[in-house]
DNA sequence: CTGAAAGCGCTTACAG
DNA sequence: CTGAAAGCGCTTACAG
């Protein structure tokens, strides 16, 4: 059914290998062959097979994604950077996710790619190293880890969380709590870091009852700011891992008649849209998640064109999105348009 | 660097053949060669490459799925849903944004592939053309289209819409607003036809003014609540085409100083679970997104498997999601919860 | 049961 | 500039 270079060829009158360089580009062909083979291209409205392409040329022109789960717009954004600045290339983005992959799932996957870029998270270690060992270009989101080579591109989670209890700190608060992320995510893990580093650098002891654990969720981040507001003592402020879990702890803070930030101050991180459309319009730490999912592209197509060099780190800057829930005087309401657009 | 079939025969003193006969179970092999075939696999760390195989046999197991841009909870949960159900069979799932697509690069992409999913987006009607042309399998996200041979699998938008206002119009309102999507979307034009037919139903006459555009954006809905606001006759309830725009509408009457749902009720569509996070949570309709990605795969692949059978329309079922936006009294804090987690 | 061979649809040295 | 041929790594009738 559908047109091979053989009935190309047969059309024009030429043989394989020209039609093969008409169309790749890649070699001279006299200026009268060279339409001939066209107008039968056009004519059988021929498109080269890019399986076979891929055999010939040991290349795909494929890239690999593995996100942790595709449920919220989080990963959405990064697919959507990473396959714009894939297609901007001429390279298609296959994906994958990780929960319950098996390693033989995912290196079918990766034999099918060019190369392959890897969640943040330390449950796909055995998939780092599996395609490393392989020799596949691999970029993980997240920083270099020694001894492995594969490149990383990061948001600079440590510096955002750190502005962002700064801020809080500048509020005067002192009782400032952590809902955390999943231990799994490298991210979660470098965020409680620089919640740790603030206080300790401000003389203020950290509190156990004051770190609750979270999962990057709305739930638990009801379900941790309800214990903290159990506490006898209760948080000022409470610094959640990500925009959904602020989202269920200023749920919470309501269910518990309080104002936010009047009785208790709420600051997220991912500086997602909706975060701009709550009430009150919520603080929280800005990251690049489109362009992360651009960069790894981009990083992962250096890295296939220069194997041997030495791995490189990308870190994308943080921003600290000052709305409402810190505390900070009510914008109006034209700003807070704005700050959702930013 | 990595082995081949070739590597593997002469280690095990075999023929390609036979090799693949057992890497691929299809056929009787020899107790005894099957064992030595087998060691020579795990000892060479053998995987068939699927690039070859995908030549070979004319089938890439890998389906591509077009959604229209990779921005919201919205797709990453169709995504979610396919790429879980893909890999149950033992499929692949290629991705692309719909945006600045081009039908080269389309074609390209399906040409990977062994079937095409696309979104219900009215600009995608040439890449459907086009895959339908060529005879790729191919499933909309929409309802069947006469004159074109592809399956659609699609949420009952219109029963969920009729559901919505019906519920309005339960609790008194007369006055009911819509913001519509983009026009590009059928599931849009559903939503707003049936809009207008519960109107007409109930002898509510159709007010223009009442109807104003959005782009399934919270940025839309902040703008068209804005609009209905300054009417000399406000709406007093306004049915949004998506939940992003009902939370830009609720921030809209907050900016006003309207009380939601005292002064003015808002229901969505599409069940997110931040609606169940903001106050007041927000009454909506779901959809089973996950569930379509999924049953899109099963219908993608079941099309692969019997192309000669009539196309096929698989109409999920939508839900009413009442919390509180729309006027019912508060529910407890667990229902809120439970809400959510539904 | 097993092997030799053809075929899947390309690309690209190698000659001419 | 152009063609014949080998090669990419598989699968699967076809013989034996």
Same mark, same amino acid.
């Not at 969640?119 to 001894?147: D, I, W």
């Not at 990057?216 to 959640?240: I, K, N, Q, T």
């Not at 992962?300 to 870190?315: D, G, M, Q």
């Given at each position: ?98 929960? #319950? ?7 079918? &996957?990766? %034999?099918? +790619?060019? !190369?392959?870029?890897?969640? *943040? ?120 891992? #990500? ?7 200023? &749920?919470? %803070?309501? +269910?518990? !008649?309080?104002?936010?930030? *009047? ?80």
């Amino acid at each position: 059914m559908k047109a091979t270079i053989y009935d190309v060829a047969k059309r024009a009158q030429v043989s394989i290998a020209t039609v093969s360089r008409v169309v790749s580009g890649h070699a001279r062909v006299t200026e009268e062959t060279r339409a001939r083979v066209l107008e039968a291209v056009h004519e059988l409205n021929y498109r080269p097979n890019p399986v076979a392409q891929g055999l010939a040329l040991q290349s795909t022109r494929t890239l690999a994604l593995i996100i942790d789960r595709f449920d919220q717009v989080y990963p959405a954004l990064i697919v959507g950077g990473a396959e714009a600045e894939a297609r901007d290339h001429g390279y298609h983005l296959l994906v994958q996710q990780l929960s #319950d992959l098996s390693v033989d799932d995912f290196l079918r &996957l990766v %034999a099918r +790619a060019d !190369g392959v870029i890897l969640s *943040g998270s330390t449950s796909n270690q055995e998939f780092l190293q599996a395609a490393v060992a392989q020799g596949t270009p691999t970029v993980v989101l997240g920083h270099l880890e020694p001894g492995i080579r594969a490149d990383g591109v990061v948001a600079d989670n440590y510096g955002g969380a750190q502005a962002a209890i700064q801020h809080l700190l500048e509020h005067g608060y002192r009782r400032i709590a952590h809902i955390t992320g999943p231990d799994s995510s490298r991210h979660a893990q470098a965020r409680l870091c620089a919640y740790k580093d603030a206080l300790q650098e401000n003389n203020i002891p950290l509190r156990e009852e004051y770190l609750v654990k979270g999962t990057y969720s709305h739930e638990s981040g009801y379900a941790g700011m309800s214990r903290l507001l159990d506490l006898p003592e209760p948080p000022e402020a409470v610094f959640c891992a #990500d925009d959904l879990i602020a989202l269920g702890a200023m &749920l919470a %803070a309501e +269910a518990y !008649g309080l104002d936010v930030p *009047g009785q208790v101050a709420i600051v997220g991180f991912d500086g997602l849209e909706t975060g701009a459309y709550v009430n009150p319009p919520l603080t929280t730490v800005y990251q690049p998640l489109e362009e992360i999912g651009r960069v790894a592209v981009r990083t992962l197509l250096w890295r296939i064109a220069n194997p041997n060099e030495e791995p490189r780190e990308t870190v994308l800057p943080t921003r600290l999105l000052i709305r409402r829930s810190c505390g900070c005087p009510a914008a109006a309401r034209a700003a807070a348009v704005r700050g959702a657009a930013a």
